[in-house]
């Protein structure tokens, strides 16, 4: 015995569990039970049911799985394994998200009890604590944006962007202005913002980029009217490049009436750096599972938060959190709020996470933060432009900013391998990577951002990997196009997802869809 | 020309998936022009005719068919082990990969488009499901003449003029596009055939082609609607923008033909056809006729980007004369385009070419584009 370890290899022989896990109603036997009440003791009321109105009484017990304790346990733990989370990959290839580390403290934090029992119909004077750090934690959004008010209730990116069309809308008509009834935003904005100005009803005009990939300012200007009720934007948008007249197209839409809301979902380049009121924007939004750290928790819930002008304060989502200098409590007598977008005050676990997130790093190191999440991006760049067939349009030999979209089109053209093609080859090597929202105006799209969570070290293995898959595109493509081959799971039908028919995200609906095909 | 193809004649239409002669195996036919893109290289405007074909070998010039035509069938081979390759002999397909392929029509001794339509007829009947030609718009063309419109066909992109929508976006891509079709895993739509007549690109027909997202070539070209473009949400804008009493005159192309579709009106996708309060007033109208139909009421031009290179005027819709454009005004013109096929567009400006320089020059600057139910584009009309 030597007691040598054995070198590893350059690239991981990485090979993810496959469980071939049934659904927990595919695991349920009757009879099967996680516990076992104990018995009524004699004299008291037969059964608590009896007591409510037949109209709330179920005729037949719900149909729900029946399993033992170490089978639900065993089967959550095989699920969690057969996942590519956040803590478990060099997770850079969800561009646009800004996946970063979510400090473990913060989650002991939330865990323990004066959190996690507290009921949010406590009375305001035994929920102080929790009550100031939501006061604080506007305030510091309010000097992070520069605007006055921030409401931190929306449960969700999609549902503050919704929140601030809402305000929008009740702005205008506070006004007599309700016939403004159009809101523009731009090709690389998030969808979510031409999403939610049409379920708020609003007509939607979108920009393509011009050339250079910057907004067409042209066209916003030929698209500006008294017709206007808001511009939507990104910036820097899905593509990474800063746009540096954002000022003008504020004032465009301000010339005509119209408000300016700053889509900041992911601040993460421009932290300490800009701010939406100094662009003049009237209304801004964050993702705080974005840049603020907090998890994205699969789909929720999350937390938005929406920063506002002075103008717009009085349409502020209610309750609000106020301080009279002496005591923290909510104020719910708000005439001309929105109305409640989420119950309560909003989703406290990911609040204070966020509070306790920033509050560590302080000013200064806020702006570190988008310093370093720039710098990872723009050597990630250099690195990942020396690979074979890729390109980064738009903006030649220019920096970018937190993201960049790259393009795989000339290897596609050489190879016949596409780029959710590499995609898959990917997982097969342990990391996660995505292509670009739709449409793909950049063709064979593919979204990178490193954040500043991650090492040199760490970035330079997601490039080998990268290169790796591309090199492979060329010497053996069969091998990539029929990935992944070390994964969990194999190719989903994609074509299913477009299908109402056959979708399905509960155990009666699959059954039903099913049974009638 | 619909109605004529060799597969109709023959009742062959085959479903995606179709194609399995016997025992499971997929069969394609394969179809080379071989002096497809000979002139392409030595700039001239295409491979038509013999004289042109002579001057690109006296420039020079060698075709590029063949090539491109193996790496989509080595693509196909790869996605799809054990296809069935029936093919024409010689340079028309079986010299692309030899051996490979079952030669089940003799060579002509040209290559005229009779000899194309012949070869194509031969094709489907020794079983192919799908039709895989390498080639230009001429090509397309002369396969829409062989196939009529129902039998499925993907191009290979190797001609000089290729603003027809059957193309995939590259030799191998078209591999990919067949082998989807024949496994069953795409389905196909009718897809532009545009072609030139003289300086003009008309639309000639439509061909089906299987739809394969991101695949099938959709920038240089007026092209078809596939999954993610909204034809209800637009057919339903048109429709709520229409003024009581007016008339619609609705340019040729897929899309504009899928809205009139869907408002319940058929008419042919090739000709201009003028509307009323949801009724056809004249399919297939000459420039007289739609001047007349829209002088004294309320008119709009419903036109999509159609042919070459983003062209609204002046390109497969010439009867759209400058006198009717004046006539209906530029807040007249309705815009319509899925947004894919706009992205394709890589940013460059919708063109215009009417023939009437001050009236191209009023209708460039911005023009709202309608993509779905209240949502509309801003893009640039620019400056030929």
């Known amino acids: 015995m030597t007691g040598e370890i054995a070198p590893k290899p350059p690239l991981r022989r990485y090979h993810a569990a496959r469980w071939d896990e049934p659904l927990l109603f595919e695991l349920s036997q009757p009879g099967q039970r996680g516990i076992l009440p104990p018995a009524l003791e004699p004299g008291l009321a037969a059964d608590a049911a009896d007591e409510l109105p037949a109209a709330l009484r179920r005729e037949r017990p719900a149909a729900l799985p029946e399993l033992a304790q170490n089978a639900v346990l065993r089967h959550y733990l095989r699920l969690s394994q057969e996942n590519l989370g956040a803590d478990l990959n060099i997770d850079i290839g969800q561009g646009t998200c800004t996946m970063k580390y979510s400090p473990k403290v913060n989650d002991r934090l939330v865990a323990g009890h004066k959190l996690a029992a507290l009921h949010p119909r406590q009375d305001d004077e035994t929920a102080q604590g929790v009550l100031e750090i939501l006061w604080r934690l506007e305030r510091m959004l309010a000097e992070i944006s520069g605007m006055d008010r921030v409401s931190l209730q929306p449960g969700a990116g999609s549902a503050a962007i919704w929140t601030n069309v809402a305000m929008i809308r009740a702005y205008h008509e506070s006004r007599g202005e309700g016939h403004r009834d159009q809101v523009i935003t731009t090709i690389f904005s998030h969808p979510s913002n031409a999403a939610c100005a049409k379920t708020a009803g609003y007509e939607v005009i979108t920009l393509y980029p011009d050339a250079d990939g910057y907004p067409d300012l042209d066209a916003l200007k030929a698209a500006v009217s008294d017709r206007t009720a808001a511009l939507l934007i990104t910036n820097p948008e899905d593509t990474g490049i800063f746009n540096p007249r954002i000022a003008e197209f504020v004032e465009a839409v301000h010339a005509v009436g119209g408000l300016a809301c700053y889509d900041q979902a992911n601040a993460n380049g421009v932290l300490g750096i800009t701010r939406a009121r100094d662009a003049g924007f009237d209304l801004c939004h964050f993702n705080l599972h974005k840049t603020f750290s907090t998890p994205h928790a699969c789909g929720g819930p999350a937390a938005g938060a929406c920063g506002v002008s002075a103008e717009l304060v009085p349409f502020l989502p209610r309750p609000t959190v106020e301080f009279d200098g002496e005591r923290y409590f909510l104020d719910d007598d708000r005439p001309e709020s929105v109305g409640k977008v989420r119950p309560f005050t909003g989703v406290a676990p990911n609040l204070v996470r966020a509070y306790s997130w920033i509050a560590s790093l302080g000013a200064e190191g806020l702006r570190e933060v988008a310093e370093i999440a720039v710098l990872n991006n723009n050597y990630l760049m250099t690195q990942m432009l020396k690979i074979r067939g890729i390109s980064a349009p738009y903006a030649k030999g220019r920096r970018r900013i937190e993201q960049v979209r790259y393009s795989w089109e000339e290897l596609a053209e050489e190879t016949g391998v596409h780029s959710e093609d590499l995609g898959h080859r990917a997982a097969d090597y342990g990391v996660h990577y995505w292509t670009s929202h739709h449409p793909y105006v950049v063709p064979e799209p593919a979204t990178l951002e490193p954040t500043e969570s991650y090492s040199k070290r760490d970035l330079d293995e997601y490039v080998a990997i990268m290169n790796a898959v591309a090199e492979e595109a060329y010497a053996d493509p069969e091998t990539v196009r029929t990935a992944p081959h070390r994964s969990s799971v194999h190719l989903n039908k994609e074509e299913t997802l477009d299908d109402a028919g056959a979708w399905a995200v509960t155990w009666r609906a699959y059954r039903r869809k099913n049974a009638e095909r | ?384």
Not at chain 2, 217 to 230: E, P, Y
């Open chain 2, 1 to 384: 020309m619909l109605g004529g193809g060799a597969a109709e004649r023959a009742g062959i239409v085959p479903g995606p998936g179709s194609g399995r002669a016997s025992g499971g195996v997929h069969t394609v036919g394969l179809l080379v022009n071989p002096v497809a893109g000979l002139g392409g290289t030595v700039a001239l405007k295409g491979s038509d005719g013999a004289e042109a074909q002579r001057r690109a070998r006296a420039l020079g010039a060698a075709p590029r068919a063949a090539e491109r035509a193996a790496l989509a069938l080595a693509e196909l081979r790869t996605r799809l082990p054990g296809v069935r390759v029936v093919t024409v002999a010689g340079d028309m397909g079986e010299d692309v990969l030899p051996g490979a392929a079952e030669v089940v029509c003799d060579r002509p001794l040209r290559t005229t488009a009779a000899d194309t339509r012949r070869a194509a007829g031969a094709l489907i009947e020794a079983g192919a499901g799908l039709l895989l030609f390498a080639g230009g718009d001429g090509t397309a063309r002369d396969v829409l003449d062989a196939l009529g419109g129902g039998f499925p066909a993907v191009g290979i992109p190797a001609g000089v003029k290729m603003h027809s929508a059957v193309y995939a976006v590259s030799p191998r891509a078209a591999g990919e596009v067949a082998a989807a079709y024949l496994s069953g895993a795409a389905t196909a739509a009718p897809s532009e055939v545009m072609d030139r007549d003289g300086d003009d690109i008309v639309l000639y027909g439509l061909l089906s082609v299987p739809r394969v997202a991101e695949r099938v070539q959709r920038g240089k070209v007026g092209s078809s609607l596939t999954g993610g473009d909204d034809l209800a949400g637009i057919a339903a804008e048109v429709d709520a923008g229409r003024r009581a009493g007016g008339v619609d005159v609705y340019g040729p192309g897929t899309t504009t033909h899928g809205v009139l579709r869907l408002l319940g009106v058929d008419a042919p996708p090739t000709g201009v056809t003028a509307v009323a309060d949801g009724s056809c007033l004249a399919a297939d109208a000459d420039a007289a006729a739609l001047l007349r139909l829209s002088t004294g009421r309320p008119a709009r031009i419903v036109v999509s980007p159609i042919g070459g290179q983003g062209f609204l005027f002046g390109r497969g819709n010439q009867q759209i004369t400058p006198a009717l454009l004046r006539a209906v005004g530029r807040d007249g013109v309705v815009v319509v385009c899925g947004e894919t096929k706009l992205a394709a567009l890589g940013g460059r400006p919708l063109l215009v070419d009417t023939g009437d320089d001050a009236l191209d020059r009023s209708l460039t600057g911005y023009l709202p584009i309608v993509t779905g139910r209240r949502r509309h584009v801003m893009y640039r009309v620019g400056e030929r």
